[in-house]
């Protein structure tokens, strides 16, 4: 195989957005898609919202969505540090610019935190590599969910990677709420799930308690300002988005037995307690 074989492979199965057209409204009835509720005429549009739409729309203290083009990129900075000074760097008529602008205004303070604690080891390194922390922190920025457990009981099929026992054994509490999703951070978990059927999956933080979801995602946004989670990418909890009840289709004993997607336990794998 010759020295440009991999970066082709990787292109290969780099993921391409569909279309604007392309994508069916009832795209956006998924579950996935509920944070973002209240800004779904944006992604309903026959237009693409332009950068001055969504300053009109998404309006952030302190901050402002700025189109990316050679000359914003110029100014050498790295795109957390154009971040910090207020600059987020916007590809018009792009799904997975577009998501970030949509979670920017939905949770403010989480990618505000997010941004912070990126530029704290961007500042301490000059290699232009990325930490642990750094990955940790990317790998949630793009496709990161928070869980919320009324139970801490509830995470011992988790723990195990006891994906039928989590989901089907628990799926009564699944509809009743005392496991859920309260809120999707990832904007490209968002832009991949634009192709309906897509089984992604989602990387974690769990909170353990029984507030309001407001109350609760400021309880991650604290512990990511104090470093107390996204430190190391192995902390993020792997979740099988399709195996919650009423997410997919399919969702029989077979479904749940693909080793491929439901994956078991590494040897030596676990996971932190989730933040009270």
């Known amino acids: ?56 729309r998404l309006p952030l203290p302190g901050r402002h ?21 207020g600059r987020i760097a916007t590809r018009p008529g792009n799904w997975h610019d577009l998501f970030n602008a949509l979670v920017w205004a939905r949770h403010p303070a989480l990618k505000a935190a997010l941004n912070a604690r990126q530029c704290l080891h961007v500042a301490d390194r000059d290699d232009g ?15 990161g969910v928070i869980v919320r457990v009324r139970e801490a009981s509830l995470l011992d099929a988790w723990d195990r990677h006891d994906w039928s026992g989590l989901f089907r054994g628990h799926a009564d509490s699944w509809r009743r709420g005392d496991i859920a ?6 904007h490209a978990l968002l832009e991949q799930a634009l192709l309906p059927g897509r089984r992604l999956v989602g990387k974690c933080v769990v909170v353990a308690r029984d507030a309001a979801v407001e109350t609760d995602v400021a309880r991650v946004v604290a512990a990511i300002r104090n470093g107390e989670v996204l430190e190391d990418p192995r ?12 997410w ?3 969702q029989d004993a077979g479904f749940y ?15 932190p307690p989730p933040l009270f």
Do not use: K
């Not at 050679?70 to 971040?83: F, I, K, P, S, T």
């Not at 750094?134 to 496709?143: I, P, V």
């Not at 999703?181 to 990832?186: P, T, Y």
């Not at 902390?235 to 009423?246: K, W």
């Open 1 to 56: 195989m010759n020295a440009a074989a991999p970066a082709a492979v990787a292109e290969r199965r780099r993921f391409v957005a569909p279309a604007r057209g392309d994508v069916l409204a009832a795209t956006f009835t998924h579950p996935l898609f509920d944070d973002l509720a209240a800004c779904r005429d944006l992604l309903l549009a026959a237009e693409w919202p332009g950068i001055d739409l969504l300053n009109t």
């Open 65 to 85: 969505f700025i189109a990316q083009d050679e000359a914003l990129l110029a100014d050498g900075l790295h795109y957390e540090v154009r971040v910090a000074q």
């Open 129 to 143: 590599q990325r930490n642990r922390a750094q990955q940790a922190l990317t790998q949630f920025d793009e496709s």
């Open 181 to 186: 999703v309260i809120a999707v951070i990832g």
């Open 235 to 246: 902390e993020l909890r792997p979740l099988p988005l399709a195996g919650i009840p009423g």
């Open 248 to 250: 997919h289709p399919q």
């Open 257 to 271: 037995a693909d080793a491929d997607y439901f994956r078991p336990l590494r040897e030596g794998r676990a996971y």
